[in-house]
C-alpha cells in the first residue's frame, strides 16, 4: 500500500500531471500541459526519443496546430505551471520557469537577436511570476520572485522580484511584498 501512495505521489506532483490542480476548471490548460510534460521526459532521454519520435510528432501537431500554443519541450518548468487560454503564446526552447507561474494568451517568451548576429538565451523566470494577456518577454534576462508583469508590457531588462512591470518598454509601477515575506 505504501508503495502504491508513494507511485501516486510521484504521478501527481512530479509527473505529467503536476499542473493538473491549478489548471482547475481549465481543460485546455490541462492537455496542452499533460502532453507538453510527457514530451518533455521523452526529449531528456535518447533512447525514448528514438521509441516516441512519433509522439513528439503528433505533439507538435496537437499543440501548434490544434491549439495554436508553441511550447517547446526543452522548456524547464517548475510545479504548478498555468495556463490561461494560451491562445496564440509562443515559449521558447531555453526558456526556464520557476514554480508557480501564470501565462495568459498571446505572451511571446523568447530569445533575441544579437548585433552579431546570434541569438541569446531565453528568459529565466522566478517563482510565482504571473504574466498577463499579451505580455512579450525577450532575451537573456531574469524575472525575479513574486513579479508581475502587465498586460502588453514588453520586458527585454531584468525584473527584480516583487515588482509589478507594466508598458512598452516595460516600467516599474510598484514594489509588491507577499504575505510571507512581512513578519
Not at 31 to 52: E, G, W
Request: net charge positive.
Amino acid at each position: 500500500m505504501e508503495k502504491l501512495k508513494q507511485i501516486y505521489y510521484r504521478a501527481r506532483y512530479h509527473g505529467p500531471f503536476q499542473d493538473w490542480k491549478v489548471n482547475k476548471g481549465n481543460f485546455k490548460g490541462r492537455i496542452v500541459l499533460f502532453l507538453f510534460r510527457i514530451a518533455s521526459f521523452v526529449r531528456k532521454n535518447p533512447v525514448l526519443t528514438v521509441l516516441f519520435i512519433w509522439y513528439l510528432a503528433l505533439y507538435r501537431i496537437i499543440i501548434e496546430w490544434i491549439f495554436n500554443i508553441e511550447i517547446n519541450w526543452h522548456v524547464r518548468a517548475g510545479k504548478s505551471l498555468k495556463l490561461n487560454h494560451g491562445h496564440g503564446s509562443v515559449i521558447e526552447a531555453s526558456t526556464v520557469f520557476g514554480n508557480n507561474c501564470t501565462i495568459r494568451h498571446l505572451t511571446t517568451i523568447s530569445n533575441k537577436l544579437l548585433p552579431d548576429g546570434t541569438y541569446s538565451l531565453s528568459p529565466r523566470i522566478g517563482n510565482n511570476v504571473d504574466i498577463g494577456v499579451n505580455a512579450i518577454i525577450l532575451g537573456d534576462i531574469e524575472i525575479g520572485d513574486n513579479a508581475i508583469i502587465g498586460a502588453g508590457a514588453v520586458v527585454t531588462k531584468s525584473v527584480p522580484p516583487n515588482c509589478v512591470m507594466v508598458g512598452n518598454p516595460a516600467r516599474l509601477l510598484k514594489k509588491v511584498y507577499s504575505q510571507h515575506s512581512i513578519n
